[in-house]
């Protein structure tokens, strides 16, 4: 696609399920990225793909965090037991550098509620 | 350890110039960018700084320092529609982007 693809835009779920956030990155783009967005507040890290591998997880919050991205191209971010201050907009972004550099192009972004 | 910080809200009058500042102390560095987010929209990119220096694109410019970590975003001839979240990010080679908390810039008349 042209650009950045998120789904869904908008989930409600409730407290304890379990979620998954899809991105579809442009084309040929390398670096993949997750980041969460709290109301009035800069974009918080997650990980960070290049290829399929992590090249950095060190911002999954705990465990119930996981990212996957088998193929090297679409990303799954998953979240179990959900909690109700994992409410935020996902936000994913990609990058045709390597070693994580060149700009980052981001989607739309998913926005998570936990009731 | 990463840090970055920028002031968290200013206020401008239409035509005027702004500058915003952003600091940073990051375990790498290999570029700093700035972003545009406008309210409930993806960020969207507006600079890039590398070397030390004034980087100008049309009615926005951007300076870096390396040896102070320090660098301002410019906005002249401001316009409503600029007012937006004006994010600073570092780009921690080889690791991640590390972004700002953002500067709400209100625009008005």
């Known amino acids: 696609g042209a650009g950045v693809s998120q789904t869904p835009s908008n989930k409600v779920t409730e407290k304890g399920k379990y979620v998954e956030l899809r991105c579809d990155p442009i084309s040929g783009h390398t670096a993949l990225y997750w980041y969460r967005q709290s109301l009035g507040q800069g974009p918080e890290f997650l990980i960070y793909?290049?290829?399929?591998?992590?090249?950095?997880d060190s911002g999954l919050p705990n465990d119930r965090f996981f990212a996957v991205r088998p193929e090297g191209s679409v990303s799954t971010l998953k979240i179990q037991r959900t909690e109700r201050g994992d409410s935020a907009v996902y936000l994913c972004?990609?990058?045709?550098?390597?070693?994580?550099?060149?700009?980052?192009?981001f989607g739309e972004g998913s926005r998570l509620t936990v009731l | 350890g990463q840090n970055i910080d920028q002031p968290t809200e200013m206020t401008a009058t239409e035509g005027a110039i702004v500058q915003i500042n952003c600091t940073y102390q990051t375990s790498g560095f290999n570029g700093l960018f700035w972003y545009q987010q406008h309210a409930g929209e993806a960020p969207t990119f507006l600079s890039y700084n590398v070397l030390d220096g004034l980087e100008e694109k049309g009615r926005f410019s951007s300076f870096l320092s390396r040896s102070k970590g320090y660098s301002y975003l410019l906005l002249k001839e401001l316009q409503m529609k600029d007012s937006a979240s004006y994010l600073c990010a570092v780009d921690n080679y080889g690791q991640n982007f590390v972004f700002g908390p953002g500067t709400r810039l209100s625009v008005l008349p």
């Open positions: 972004a990609s990058s045709s550098g390597t070693a994580g550099t060149g700009e980052l192009f």
């Open positions: 793909f290049q290829g399929t591998g992590a090249a950095d």
